[in-house]
């Protein structure tokens, strides 16, 4: 198992890594504990808190630790308490975040209480918030259980919902107590959706100056379980380093959000059709349309250009989707919380393999090249049709 320093606690990586609850809990005796999970994370994942299923060998960082881990068999987690919200990103809004504070209300979650997210990124995302508000914030372990909120969604500290379609209008900054991330739970986790958390995966290696991620991904030809679940801990890495440096976003963090301006808004357009894009999908086609941006302003070459597109289209090039017309983006684009007027501020990619972290462009002026670009439609691989679940 390896573990990880993160801001002010750690990240454990490791097969059979949930077995570790037990031990945390332990820190809680006398307290309530509350599980949050949706509606497939309960269904296939909460039973691998009482039973872990994995045989590996895990060394313990805690105090009487058991020779070779947790037999099959014994329980894991001496709690007994779920909360379960309906899966998907059109929940992750006030009206799941008040059934959760309603239902801690009724589980008489104290201060000293302790909340464990086992899901996706929206149960991480919303159980950290509520947790971060709840009697002014108590602790939370993050368990991520899909790829996604493996390498990017569970590590960092922030925390939200979606306002009225609006991406994570509504957030907090609160440091989980711990997070595990066992791959084990992906056995069960969708194949599309296996694919979307490769998506946040492609950018850490973009934006990493180490390369070393982005090669060992371009040698996978068709990725699977097997290959991707080495990545996992080079991901988190490069993510946990850079909020080290700039934990509330204030400068260096913000290259996270590479992909993430045409992403959200390409992601927010899409709960309004009948086939709603998933995070990572609308990420990757964020990431395009932001390297074609880049381009556009002369920040990267063509070369360059057809590096990073072809390095996105190895993993996505299943992806078919109907793309919002260019007014739709913009308006969307001009209600995120990243713009200033009419100016957007993106982070783009640099020739040198660096980031501007705030390239202002007026989205209104440059909307002949957006159109133009829906072009994008051309990139190869983006063709207009049903999306395969
Ligand atoms: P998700 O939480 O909706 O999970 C995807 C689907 O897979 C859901 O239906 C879920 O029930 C199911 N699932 C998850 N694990 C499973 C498993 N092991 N077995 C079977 N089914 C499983 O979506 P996601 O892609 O995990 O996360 C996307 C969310 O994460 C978005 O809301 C995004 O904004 C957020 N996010 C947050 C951060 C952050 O820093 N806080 C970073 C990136 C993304």
Same mark, same amino acid.
């Given at each position: 198992m390896k573990i990880l320093q993160s801001l002010q606690h750690q990240i454990y990586i490791g097969d059979g890594s949930v077995s570790l609850l037990k031990e945390f809990t332990k820190q809680y005796a006398g307290e309530q504990i509350v599980v949050i999970a949706d509606e497939n994370t309960y269904r296939h994942c909460y039973s691998l808190l009482w039973? #872990?299923? +994995?045989t590996s060998k895990i060394s313990f960082p805690f105090s009487s630790p058991k020779k070779?881990? +947790? #037999?099959?068999? %014994?329980?894991?987690? %001496?709690i007994g308490r779920a909360i379960i919200i309906p899966s998907g990103e059109d929940h992750k809004n006030l009206t799941t975040t008040s059934t959760v504070l309603e239902q801690l209300l009724r589980y008489q979650i104290n201060r000293n209480g302790l909340i464990i997210n086992l899901g996706g990124g929206v149960v991480g995302d919303l159980g950290g918030f509520c947790a971060s508000i709840w009697k002014r914030g108590i602790d939370f372990i993050q368990v991520p259980t899909s790829l996604l909120a493996m390498i990017d969604a569970s590590c960092g500290g922030k925390n939200g919902i979606n306002l009225d379609g609006i991406k994570n209008q509504i957030g907090t900054f609160k440091q989980p107590h711990a997070v595990i991330v066992d791959p084990s739970f992906l056995k069960t986790l969708p194949q599309r959706e296996f694919i979307s958390g490769i998506a946040e995966m492609l950018k850490h290696a973009i934006i990493s100056k180490d390369k070393s991620h982005f090669y060992q991904l371009s040698e996978i030809k068709t990725p699977t379980i097997e290959n991707i679940t080495p990545q996992i801990e080079q991901s988190i890495t490069i993510k946990n380093e850079i909020v080290l440096q700039d934990p509330y976003e204030k400068n260096i963090r913000k290259v996270l959000n590479f992909g993430h301006t045409f992403g959200h808004a390409i992601e927010t357009w899409s709960q309004t059709t009948n086939y709603p894009l998933l995070h990572g999908e609308a990420i990757a086609l964020g990431m395009i349309y932001e390297i074609h941006l880049a381009h556009h302003l002369q920040l990267i070459s063509k070369a360059t250009t057809t590096h990073y597109l072809s390095f996105i289209q190895k993993f996505f090039s299943h992806l078919g989707t109907i793309l919002p017309t260019t007014d739709v983006l913009i308006n969307i684009i001009l209600h995120d919380k990243k713009n200033n007027n009419r100016k957007i501020s993106f982070v783009l990619p640099l020739e040198n393999g660096g980031f501007d972290l705030d390239v202002r462009v007026d989205l209104i002026e440059e909307s002949f090249f957006l159109k133009k670009s829906s072009t994008f439609a051309n990139i190869n691989f983006i063709t207009f049709g049903e999306i395969k679940s």
């Open positions: 039973h #872990p299923t +994995s070779g881990g +947790s #037999p099959a068999g %014994e329980r894991c987690l %001496e």
